[in-house]
Nanobody, 117 residues
Framework: QVQLVESGGGLVQAGGSLRLSCVASGLTFSSYYMGWFRQAPGKEREFVVG????????DYADSVKGRFTIARDNAKNTVYLQMNSLKPEDTAVYYCAAQSHGLYDYWGRGTQVTVSS
């Protein structure tokens, strides 16, 4: 079955960096647009960034532009999220998701990112 497994979350001070990874299995990874989302306590899940199947196109939420970078390695079935200059408001559970035909079909269980001030 399809699995998306996130890792790399943790506790970091404001201004610090983290790199999240999401390893996919059970699907043809290179056929899927991949996205990262996040959900903070008491808030709705929000889109963070997406990347096209080849990696040639990316789409960032305004709140993370210039600080976060998405990348993918289709040979390793992995999508990455490099997060720099982290802020307390970046604290959330981060999820990766796989999209085909305009819908996010598969979701990981998430990894917690906590940024202390």
């Amino acid at each position: 079955q399809v699995q998306l497994v996130e890792s790399g979350g943790g506790l970091v001070q404001a201004g610090g960096s983290l790199r999240l990874s999401c390893v996919a299995s059970g699907l043809t990874f290179s056929s899927y647009y991949m996205g990262w989302f996040r959900q903070a306590p008491g808030k709705e899940r929000e889109f963070v960034v997406g990347i096209s199947r080849s990696g040639g196109y990316t789409d960032y939420a305004d709140s993370v532009k210039g600080r976060f970078t998405i990348a993918r390695d289709n040979a390793k079935n992995t999508v990455y999220l490099q997060m720099n200059s982290l802020k307390p408001e970046d604290t959330a559970v981060y999820y990766c998701a796989a999209q085909s035909h305009g819908l996010y079909d598969y979701w990981g269980r998430g990894t917690q990112v906590t940024v202390s001030s």
